[in-house]
T-cell receptor, first 117, second 113 residues
Framework: AQTVTQSQPEMSVQEAETVTLSCTYD???????LFWYKQPPSRQMILVIR??????QNATENRFSVNFQKAAKSFSLKISDSQLGDAAMYFC??????????????FGKGITLSVRP | KAGVTQTPRYLIKTRGQQVTLSCSPI?????VSWYQQTPGQGLQFLFE???????NKGNFPGRFSGRQFSNSRSEMNVSTLELGDSALYLC????????????FGQGTRLTVV
């Protein structure tokens, strides 16, 4: 079974600064998807960025980018130019591509990010 | 395009009762997945329905069940409620293939007293 670990329960960043959220995972599969989701106080999970394991290039979405290290099974999220609206809980998640198991997301415990004005 | 809609947003039930939660997916989406979120266990996968068939199931007792209708709307039922069932229940919809993104609703907050 796959596991996702987010070891930092909380982080804080100054507005306009850069912050990196860490995530490690464990799997025996060679192909899979990794995601970062944001959950603001409204509770709705919002996809921030996704990475396909077979792609070497790190995904980027505007101020959000990842550092995907497949051999180390590490998947960190970098938020540049942090904004007050980035304050939320962030979850790292894994999804298999194996038929019959690919509908399930396995989540880490999450990290609460606060942004200081 | 309307998002994923979950009803009700909040529920308070008594131990031993049963409850039904509803999830209306985004138009055109055929897959609906359910997750339970608690402070202690985090987000855990309950089950997934695709075209009215349960396609995947997590490790929850049989008190947790679901179904999907021909219009892709899904319901989740919990029977004989326990205090530990208090949680945020999230549903997510997608087109159902591995490449497709899952979109989440705002959840139903269930409190069992």
């Amino acid at each position: 079974a796959q596991t996702v670990t987010q070891s930092q329960p909380e982080m804080s960043v100054q507005e306009a600064e850069t912050v990196t959220l860490s995530c490690t995972y464990d799997t025996s599969e060679s192909d899979y998807y990794l995601f970062w989701y944001k959950q603001p106080p409204s509770r709705q999970m919002i996809l921030v960025i996704r990475q396909e394991a077979y792609k070497q290039q790190n995904a980027t979405e505007n101020r959000f980018s990842v550092n995907f290290q497949k051999a180390a099974k590490s998947f960190s999220l970098k938020i540049s130019d942090s904004q007050l609206g980035d304050a939320a809980m962030y979850f790292c998640a894994y999804r298999s591509v194996v038929t019959g198991a690919n509908s399930k997301l396995t989540f880490g415990k999450g990290i609460t990010l606060s942004v200081r004005p | 395009k309307a998002g994923v809609t979950q009803t009700p947003r909040y529920l308070i039930k008594t131990r031993g009762q049963q409850v039904t939660l509803s999830c209306s997916p985004i138009s055109g989406h055929r897959s609906v997945s359910w997750y339970q979120q608690t402070p202690g266990q985090g987000l855990q996968f309950l089950f997934e329905y695709f075209s009215e068939t349960q396609r995947n199931k997590g490790n929850f007792p049989g008190r947790f069940s679901g179904r999907q209708f021909s219009n892709s709307r899904s319901e989740m039922n919990v029977s004989t409620l326990e205090l530990g069932d208090s949680a945020l229940y999230l549903c997510a919809s997608s087109y159902g293939t591995v490449e497709n993104e899952a979109f989440f609703g705002q959840g139903t907050r269930l409190t069992v007293v």
